[in-house]
T-cell receptor, first 112, second 112 residues
C-alpha cells in the first residue's frame, strides 16, 4: 500500500497560469515533506521542502502548502513556464533523518 | 564538478547474469542511496548507506546487494538478474541522512 499518493498521473496547464500538484499521505508519523522535479533522462532534483511545524513554504514561484489534519500537501507554481514541464515527485519522511518515501509522480505539461 | 556519476547509462542483460551498477560521488557526502523507478510506483529505496562501512536495507532490497568501502563509491549488485528487475536505477547522495538528496542520471536496465 502506497504511503504517499499522487492521484493525478498528469496535468496540463497554460503558460502563465497556476499549476497545482496534489499529494496525499497515509502515515500520520510523516513530518517532513519534499518535492522533487525530474526531466526526462535526468535524475530528480530537489525543489522545495516543508516540515510539519509550518503550513506553508515559499521559494520564488514555488509554494508548498501542508494540511496535516487532512494528510494533504500541494505544490503551487505561479506563473507556470514551459520549462516547468517535468515529472514532480512528492516525498515524505518521519523525521528529516529518516528514509524518504516517494509518491508515483505527476507529469506536468505547461503549454506555451 | 561532476556530482554523481552512474555507469553504465543503459544495459540489456540476460536473466541469471550478474551485474554491478556503479555509482560515484565527488561531494564527500556521508549518505548514499539506491532507488529504482517504475511506472506508477515512483522511486523505491533499495539500499542505503549512512556512512562508509555501513549499509542498510530499504523498501525493496531482495535480489540486490551493496557495499560501501569508501565515501565516494556505492556499487549495486544484482547477483542473478530476473526480468522483474527491469527498471531505471538512480543513485543518490546527501550530506547526511535525510538532508536534500542529489541524484545521478540513472541507469536503464533491461533483463530479458
Amino acid at each position: 500500500d502506497q504511503q504517499v499518493k499522487q492521484n493525478s498521473p498528469s496535468l496540463s496547464v497554460q503558460e502563465g497560469r497556476i499549476s497545482i500538484l496534489n499529494c496525499d499521505y497515509t502515515n500520520s508519523m510523516f513530518d517532513y515533506f519534499l518535492w522533487y522535479k525530474k526531466y526526462p533522462a535526468e535524475g530528480p532534483t530537489f525543489l522545495i521542502s516543508i516540515s510539519s511545524i509550518k503550513d506553508k513554504n515559499e521559494d520564488g514561484r514555488f509554494t508548498v502548502f501542508l494540511n496535516k489534519s487532512a494528510k494533504h500537501l500541494s505544490l503551487h507554481i505561479v506563473p507556470s513556464q514551459p520549462g516547468d514541464s517535468a515529472v514532480y515527485f512528492c516525498a515524505a519522511s518521519e523525521t528529516s533523518y529518516d528514509k524518504v518515501i516517494f509518491g508515483p509522480g505527476t507529469s506536468l505539461s505547461v503549454i506555451p | 564538478i561532476a556530482g554523481i556519476t552512474q555507469a553504465p547509462t543503459s544495459q540489456i542483460l540476460a536473466a541469471g547474469r550478474r551485474m554491478t551498477l556503479r555509482c560515484t560521488q565527488d561531494m564527500r557526502h556521508n549518505a548514499m542511496y539506491w532507488y529504482r523507478q517504475d511506472l506508477g510506483l515512483g522511486l523505491r529505496l533499495i539500499h542505503y548507506s549512512n556512512t562508509a562501512g555501513t549499509t542498510g536495507k530499504g523498501e525493496v532490497p531482495d535480489g540486490y546487494s551493496v557495499s560501501r568501502a569508501n565515501t565516494d563509491d556505492f556499487p549495486l549488485t544484482l547477483a542473478s538478474a530476473v526480468p522483474s528487475q527491469t527498471s531505471v536505477y538512480f543513485c543518490a547522495s546527501s550530506a547526511n541522512r535525510g538532508y536534500e538528496q542529489f541524484f545521478g542520471p540513472g541507469t536503464r536496465l533491461t533483463v530479458l
